[in-house]
């Protein structure tokens, strides 16, 4: 039997993902009240008081090992887990491990080491890729990260996934870390969909099919623009969005414009953009409906949980919830990849010292290294504009 536990479950995707590969959860917690309710909500009677709320700041391995049942240090094979990913995000304001939040990720750390799995598996937004650390350095913060796993004995693995490339309905990119031990690195999995598919690879799922799979919406469901966005969205071809002001910088003149948050109308031919944990999700041109948007349960379908899925909590703390999770058919792939690895190899009978980290995969150190040029041509021209734009405020 596989053992896992996992801490930040939110709605459960990750969770959910581990179980349908043939894992058993032996311990799930958050702190949001709701998300404990989603959880507990789609457990059975008989793991339902294995579901915990809980402050990781404040909880000890001992109490996760009581709370567990019969659960013993060392019995694991993982701990998993995505600590909030808001202050790495794109969306958030960046400040990494300066927020609250970002310190989370190292009590994450901190009480793993004290559970001693065989693996830890931290997913996060790819933003942490590029983070900043205290050295102001694009890419040092997970570095430091990893510095810290390794000091406890942890080689790390990094991968960048995209949730599309594994049958999700969502162009979803997200940052996955496996910590092992030396000698018992795991592999990632290898993509089964691609937008233009060759051998074996199936095409990308689309939109349009993954919402003909759920029961049509009801009038109760249909979320309608305001009349002046309503005016906006009607000039736009599905695929694209109102633009926001240009952000100035050193080698854009006319700016860096990007899409203003929830004034995009998508295009059912693909697979949807992430599902973000606001109320503000995409547009769509519904043929018997109209334009509306996308309502939570088309939203947990992209995201590619089960239809019967409940959920718990007002209507946006469940937007937040569907957000916040790791899609389960991208988590099933990391946890097959995962089960089998540890069928077929055994674990390290020593603990040997990590004497340095692996290097990164070419493709991330040169996402990296992008960020850090872009910083030297438009860091100065960025930081202007944002105080200018504070001055005018005030």
């Given amino acids: 039997m596989m053992n896992f536990i996992s801490m930040f479950s939110g709605a459960g995707g990750l969770d959910l993902g581990f179980e349908l590969a043939g894992w058993t959860r032996r311990f799930a917690s958050d702190l949001d009240?709701?998300?404990?309710?989603?959880?507990?909500?789609?457990?059975?009677?008989?793991?339902?008081?294995?579901?915990?709320?809980?402050?990781?700041?404040?909880?000890?391995?001992?109490?996760?090992?009581?709370k567990a049942g019969d659960l013993k240090?060392?019995?694991?094979?993982?701990?998993?887990?995505?600590p909030p990913c808001q202050s790495w995000s794109s969306a958030g304001h960046q400040r990494g491990l300066a927020d609250d939040r970002g310190q989370l990720f190292l009590n994450f750390i901190k009480l793993a080491n004290e559970l001693d799995p065989r693996f830890i598996i931290m997913e996060n937004v790819r933003g942490l890729l590029t983070a900043r650390g205290p050295d102001g350095e694009p890419g040092s913060a997970l570095e430091l990260l990893r510095e810290d796993l390794r000091r406890e004995g942890w080689q790390t693995t990094v991968s960048l996934l995209n949730a599309a490339d594994f049958g999700v309905a969502q162009r979803r990119v997200r940052l996955f870390i496996v910590a092992h031990r030396l000698g018992d690195?795991?592999?990632f999995p290898d993509q089964t969909h691609s937008k233009s598919p060759t051998g074996e690879l199936k095409k990308w799922v689309s939109l349009r099919e993954i919402l003909a799979r759920i029961h049509p919406i009801s009038e109760d469901e249909i979320i309608r623009p305001s009349k002046k966005l309503a005016a906006e969205l009607s000039q736009i071809k599905p695929g694209s969005g109102v633009k926001s002001p240009g952000k100035a910088e050193a080698t854009r003149p006319g700016g860096h414009w990007g899409y203003k948050q929830g004034a995009f109308v998508a295009?059912?031919?693909?697979?949807?953009?992430?599902?973000?944990?606001?109320?503000?999700?995409?547009?769509?041109?519904?043929?018997?409906?109209?334009?509306?948007?996308?309502?939570?349960?088309?939203?947990?379908?992209?995201?590619?949980?089960?239809?019967?899925?409940?959920?718990?909590?007002?209507?946006?703390s469940v937007y937040r919830q569907i957000g916040n999770a790791v899609p389960p058919v991208l988590a099933k792939a990391i946890a097959a990849s995962l089960f089998m690895h540890i069928e077929r190899e055994a674990a390290p009978r020593e603990r040997n010292p990590v004497v340095a980290l692996a290097p990164l995969d070419p493709r991330l150190k040169s996402a990296i290294a992008y960020t850090k040029r872009d910083e030297a041509r438009n860091g100065a021209s960025r930081r202007l504009a944002t105080v200018v734009r504070q001055m005018r405020v005030s």
């Fill in 267 to 316: 295009d059912l031919s693909l697979p949807g953009r992430t599902v973000t944990a606001s109320t503000a999700q995409d547009w769509i041109i519904d043929p018997e409906y109209g334009l509306r948007r996308l309502c939570p349960r088309e939203c947990a379908a992209i995201q590619s949980f089960p239809t019967t899925w409940k959920w718990e909590g007002k209507r946006a």
């Fill in 185 to 187: 690195c795991p592999s």
């Fill in 33 to 66: 009240a709701d998300a404990v309710a989603t959880l507990r909500a789609n457990s059975t009677e008989q793991d339902r008081p294995y579901i915990s709320q809980d402050d990781i700041r404040s909880l000890t391995a001992a109490e996760v090992l009581s």
């Fill in 73 to 82: 240090r060392g019995e694991l094979h993982a701990i998993v887990g995505g």
